[in-house]
């Protein structure tokens, strides 16, 4: 996988519309097409940065005024799709950042960018299933590494306004651990 495009949508139909769109317009495929809390609706596509492009733009075309966000993310880091299939298990944990969005497109982008800031694992990218259409990424790692993956994706082009909020937890005790995979 060379990219990975993502659109999100308020309206269940205009999604699946946006959707089915996405993958007649380019060469993609289909990683997953589903509802979300809150009503939106939300699909991802992988593929070739071109592809995926033109993908992703025939989502936003289709999508119209339900659009609430979208990206593409060229050269995305494989361990971003794997986060968004379920929690992946941490070997060690000596920090765990937290990073909350108001979109689950923007959660992508936040896993993306914090995996290639630092040397960290990503231990999920929960996407907008019963938290009210917010989305959030956990990583965990040595506390410098942390720390430096979090204020990377705070940071991160195009998600101005959109961090709900985020923290770093330094020696998380092993319940909170267990209850976060």
């Known amino acids: 996988m060379t990219a990975i495009g993502v659109v999100e949508t308020l309206s269940i139909p205009m999604g699946v519309l946006a959707g089915d769109q996405m993958v007649k317009t380019a060469q993609v495929d289909l990683v997953t097409a589903q509802t979300v809390c809150a009503g939106k609706y939300i699909v991802v596509v992988s593929g070739e940065v071109a592809a995926v492009r ?5 989502g936003i075309e289709n ?6 966000d979208s990206l593409v993310i060229p050269n995305v880091d494989e361990r971003v799709v794997a986060a968004m299939a379920g929690a992946c298990p941490a070997e060690q944990v000596e920090a765990v950042g937290v990073v909350e969005t108001f979109s689950l497109a923007s959660a992508i982008s936040v896993a993306d960018i914090s995996v290639k ?3 960290v694992e990503l231990i999920e990218v929960r996407l907008g299933r019963g938290m009210g259409g917010k989305s959030y990424v956990i990583i965990t790692g040595e506390v410098a590494a942390v720390e430096s993956s979090v204020r990377a994706a705070e940071a991160g082009e195009g998600l101005e306004g959109l961090i709900a909020s985020s923290v770093v937890i330094p020696s ?8 976060l995979m």
């Open 172 to 179: 998380p005790h092993m319940d909170m651990i267990r209850a």
């Open 54 to 58: 033109s993908s992703v733009n025939a």
């Open 63 to 68: 999508a119209g005024s339900t659009l609430v």
């Open 117 to 119: 800031a630092a040397d």
